[in-house]
């Protein structure tokens, strides 16, 4: 299986990464001056494993073609950007598979690719850019894929190369409800810990992790109306992935740190639009989005 990861940034670097050691056939397309430090000393991971690895990388899109499997992992703003930039190598035989932050990005997808071609993906891994060329693998988790389509049979062999490249990955066969435990997670973590501007660690303290407990309560009252399968245990689920990720710079703090757009739409600000679609109300999230557009400005 040949495959591409379309804006290789922390997490398209760190799993792309993984999968080359592992002897998978990968390409990274990103931004050209990340692209340059690869094609000149390699990617570089340290934290939770260091290795430095020779993995072909392209700043052209096109340079994708071929590929069996192309991963985006582009910021969900980006989403339509990217598959506008790879259409042209588009084909029935072309799986592509979401791996980002946010809600939205599958149905931007589905405008450019058969729903049958497409596979969605979460992970709770933690990871940062250090500098071109170098990431930080700062957490340990488990990645969940599945097909958006029952008629999709590549899932299987996906889920096989990644734990085979020692990614611990299982299948779902409802992965619209992973993405949205996601977005809750992400928004009771990402927002909290960019505003005291410090390692997702610090929301473990005892006043914070209760903020942490309502902010989650007030995403899955949402989703559970809307009729989403959300866990009961979502603030506990909340609760490991900060453990195991306490010592990562989550991507909004590392967005606000570099001067660059933060996703909060797409992770608070979905939450927010459901919530006013319901007429219920989002003290919280509309709160943190508020304080992290203020920080972005």
Known sequence: MKIAFMGAGAIGSLFGGLLKKGGADVLLIGRSSHIESIRKNGLSVSGLDDFNVR????SN??????????????????????????????????IVMSLQNGAGNVEEISKFIAKHN?????????????????????GKGTTVIGAISEENNAVKE????FNSAGIKTQITNDIKSEIWSKVIINSSINPLASIFDDENGILLNDNLIEIVREITEEGKTILQKEGINISDEIF????????????????????????NRTEIDYISGKIIELGKKLDIPTPYNKALLNMIKYKEK
């Open 55 to 58: 993995i072909d990388a392209s």
């Open 61 to 94: 899109p096109l340079d994708a073609k071929g590929s069996d499997l192309i991963i985006i992992t582009t910021k969900a703003y980006d989403t339509r950007k990217a598959l506008k930039e790879i259409t042209p190598i588009l084909n029935e035989n072309v």
């Open 118 to 138: 497409i596979v969605g993906a979460v992970t709770s891994m933690g990871a940062f850019l250090e500098a071109p060329g170098i990431v930080q693998y700062r």
């Open 158 to 161: 996906i889920v096989r190369a």
């Open 236 to 259: 506990e689920n909340t609760l490991t992935v900060i453990k195991n990720t306490s010592k990562n710079i989550n991507s909004t703090l590392s967005d606000l740190r570099k001067g």
